[in-house]
């Protein structure tokens, strides 16, 4: 992502697991981000930070997005 420092910055390989689950792995892959599990739909901010990633999941709790930084 331009601007952002360097490191891992999506998740595509996290698509159809577990929305916790996911939230470590990008949290231990990429320490400088947060990682933020959200019902997939819900209005967030439209603000782009380089220390956020949203991980959209379904009302199971599973991936149903590429997380990305953003």
Same mark, same amino acid.
């Given at each position: ?23 470590? =792995?990008?949290e231990n892959e990429n320490p400088? +981000? ?6 997939? $739909?819900?209005? @967030? =901010?439209t603000d782009f930070r380089c220390?956020? +990633?949203w991980v959209w999941v379904d009302?199971? $709790?599973?991936? @149903? ?6």
């Open positions: 992502m331009s601007g952002c420092p360097p490191g891992k910055n999506s998740w595509p390989e996290l698509v159809g697991t577990n929305g916790e689950s996911a939230k470590t =792995t990008i400088d +981000v947060a990682a933020i599990v959200l019902l997939d $739909g819900t209005q @967030v =901010t220390d956020r +990633v009302r199971n $709790g599973q991936v @149903v997005r590429a997380p990305r930084i953003g």
